[in-house]
């Protein structure tokens, strides 16, 4: 895993994490105004960054986050936000409660158990896009799930993605990522949680009946007429300032 920090390191530290196959950089690009009030911490998933091996799972690299923080924070961070498959990190970082994260902000957050099968699909299908540039017919239809449009995918998501990425490091992050399944120990975990997602995300809103479930400081906010990752992609000065007053006031 790759670590990378912005910002002035007398400032409270807060940890971001990007998306499904996002290059850390676009994600970095997005949020940099935060940069000004905090001590940013972008990790790189394994697997998606240049030089790097391939993923190997979310626990090892929550494992891997956790050492980190540990080591240059003392177990303890001001916040953390994570976009996409960055909730899914923040799950499990929860789950194992290992460290202190703070105020935890997830945005369109997947943990909503879809089958290997669906998993197994979309690997391959996002291998033929990355390997040539083409996309699927079938496409569309993951589209539609996730509320967005094809000129969302094609002129938003795709210029963040990581295309370098191995065909075996797909295949596990997205298996896993399709059959990932929520943990009763999260129940344990004291952080504030918020769930932002768009009116227009069916996974994501179940997903936030699962984590309402087990969450004990739980606030949930639903954007009407947004579909996945719109709020980050589209208002991006606006959800930079939304995250630092979720952060600053939890």
Sequence with gaps: ???NEFGNRENPPVLLLHGMMQDWRSEYELLKPLEAHYRLIIPAQDGFYDGSADFTSFADQARQIEEYIDRHYHGKIHGAYGASQGGLMLTELLTRNNVDLGTVIMDGCYIAHQGWIAGWVTYKMFCRIKNTGKLPAIMNVMIALMGTSKEDVTGGFMDAMYMK???????????ENYTYRARPEIAQAQNTVHLW???????????????KKHLKHCHEEIMDGFGHGEFLLRHTADCCEKIRRTLDNP
């Design 197 to 211: 997602c768009g009116s227009k995300e069916p996974y994501a809103l179940k997903s936030h009946r699962i984590l």
């Design 1 to 3: 895993m790759l670590f």
């Design 165 to 175: 990425a191995s065909d075996e490091t797909v295949r596990r992050n997205f298996l």
